[in-house]
């Protein structure tokens, strides 16, 4: 029920002129003889029951209202189900029976191709496609979620999907399975209302997302032909505290590092601390060594292939809207880091590489004292990358920094590696996006050049400098990754109306 009547509907002038476009009209009437069930069910999820208030319009109104209410039901209790399936990087079982889910699931919606790709034992690559036309949408998905712990700070658990005061509550109901079923069922949803799809749309659902995707370029060139395409939806997406919804470009690419140094055989006493080497302390200066008071990282050539803001980012830069005293506020701070400005600090969250210490160990932390020169000490780096920077070239500048330093000992293995990706923003995908967001959520949209996560689209767009978008539902308190992650039903509906219309719109679109 949620969605009806809070959410405006597409004027019907808008269905039917879509449905008169190209071929989509002819084919619209037999899928409607096939399976008229169907059809009248998912065509009131994308039209919405307007206001429809006249005598006559009464028992059309309660008859739409009755459909409306099955799709509604069906579409729902299919993200219960695929929400409820665990599937955590260490739940192999669980990862299988997703992507069984997730192929059975397209099978339904006549992808009649969709299959799985494995290699190596990794989680599979679910793909298919299905519709014709000049142009081809790649669906680049995830079904595998981040882990759900800590468990006690969910107020339902993680894997039985709670609806409450319209929202519902499950980890990966966000990131990224909401997205990923919605894209599917918008598939239903624009045979329903549109007709035939008037173009090709290619869904690749990977299960390693959330592991920095270590498989997908090698499961990808099993097929070549996979990537090849017009443009890319890309996983996920938002809406922001207004209600506009977020349409972002890109990603960082990320170089995730694991350190590691010793420096004796055995802890010491730290009597001997004036001839013995202290591991702790020497990766302590190496870090330091990484980056200065500025936030500006000093391993040469770090900066060479930094890709210069085009006129356009630049200008999407400013009409982005960037709430720094809120972004302060949520980690009660006073001043961003780096004595950055608040303009500074938008600025580099759209275009600067970062360098993140994300934990640092060594030596006795418990409780008391204890006086020892500790051995060995270990520490975690992310480095998140802009275009062009590449994950392999800076893990090497990295080792040659270190070694030029004085720091040969201090050993290190990049663990994760991935490419950043801004694709153009003057591309017929952005503006079918944009234009479909719109009129589903009521605001313009805000184009956002690059988020600062990370998702695998450079192994997809790249070769073909391909546009990439997202058109999502999440909501700034959405908790993605956090506990309680959950989304809004009626951004759910909004976002379904929307992708069914953007199937459409991308064909002709120019
Ligand atoms: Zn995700």
């Known amino acids: 029920m949620a969605g009806h009547g809070l959410v405006p509907a597409i004027p019907h002038r808008v269905a039917h002129r ?37 005598r006559r319009h009464r028992r059309h109104h309660a008859e739409r209202h009755a459909s409306h209410t099955a799709a509604v039901e069906r579409f729902t209790a299919e993200l219960r189900e695929l929400c409820a399936i665990p599937c955590e990087a260490s739940d192999k079982k669980a990862l299988d029976s997703a992507a ?52 006690e700070l969910w107020k339902t658990p993680p894997y039985e999907p709670a609806v409450r005061d319209g929202a519902m509550y499950a980890r990966g109901v966000d990131d990224n399975k909401g997205h990923l ?37 090698k499961l990808l060139a099993l097929e070549p032909d996979l990537t090849g395409g017009e443009g890319a939806l890309k996983e996920g997406g938002a809406i922001d505290s207004q209600g506009r919804p977020l349409l972002s470009l890109g990603g960082k690419g990320i170089l995730y590092c694991h350190f590691h140094v010793r420096t004796m055989s055995r802890d010491a006493h730290s009597g001997g601390a004036t001839h013995y080497p202290n591991a702790a302390m020497r990766l302590a200066q190496a870090f330091a060594s990484l980056m200065d008071a500025t936030g500006r990282v000093l391993i040469e050539g770090f900066y060479a292939d930094v890709r210069k803001p085009t006129a356009a980012e630049r200008e999407m830069l400013e009409r982005m809207p960037f709430d720094a005293q809120a972004t ?43 006086t020892v020169i500790p051995r060995e000490a270990s520490g975690k780096i992310d480095f998140r990358l802009v275009p062009d920077q590449d994950p392999d070239k800076i893990a090497t500048l990295l080792r040659a920094h270190l ?55 450079w192994v997809v767009c790249n070769a073909r400098r391909m546009a990439n978008v997202t058109l999502g539902m999440g909501h700034p308190g959405a908790g993605a990754h956090a506990p309680n992650e959950h989304i809004l039903m009626e951004n759910y509906w909004r976002a379904l109306r929307a992708t069914a219309r953007l199937y459409s719109a991308f064909a002709s679109q120019e």
Request: with cysteine; aromatic share 6%; hydrophobic share 35%.
């Open 181 to 217: 079923l919605l894209r599917i069922q918008a598939i239903e949803a624009h045979r329903a209302v549109y007709g035939e799809l008037p173009i090709r749309v290619r869904f690749l659902i990977e299960g390693e997302e959330e592991s920095g995707s270590p498989n997908l370029a």
């Open 328 to 370: 302060k506020d949520v980690v009660g701070i006073e001043r961003f880091a780096f004595g950055r400005t608040d303009d500074e600090a938008k600025r580099a969250s759209v275009f600067e590489p970062t360098c993140n210490v994300c934990g640092i160990e060594g030596g006795y932390n418990g409780p008391g004292s204890k």
């Open 100 to 151: 069984r889910w997730c192929r059975e699931r397209l099978r339904a919606a006549g992808f009649t191709d969709a299959r799985e790709l494995r290699a190596d034992g990794a989680p599979a690559l679910v793909v298919g496609q299905a519709g014709a036309g000049q142009r081809t949408l790649i669906a680049v998905q995830h079904y595998d979620v981040q882990p759900a712990v800590p468990l």
């Open 18 to 54: 879509a449905g008169g476009e190209g071929t989509a009209g002819e084919h619209a009437d037999e899928s409607v003889g096939r399976d008229p069930s169907r059809r009248d069910a998912s065509h009131d999820v994308v039209d919405g029951a307007g206001p429809c208030t006249g």
């Open 403 to 457: 070694d030029r330093s004085g720091f040969g000992d201090v050993e290190f293995s990049a663990e994760e590696g991935e490419h950043p990706y801004r694709g153009p923003a003057d591309a017929p995908l952005v503006r079918a996006v944009a234009a479909v967001a719109e009129e589903a959520f009521g605001k313009p949209p805000v184009l956002v050049p690059s988020s600062g996560g990370t998702s695998p689209m």
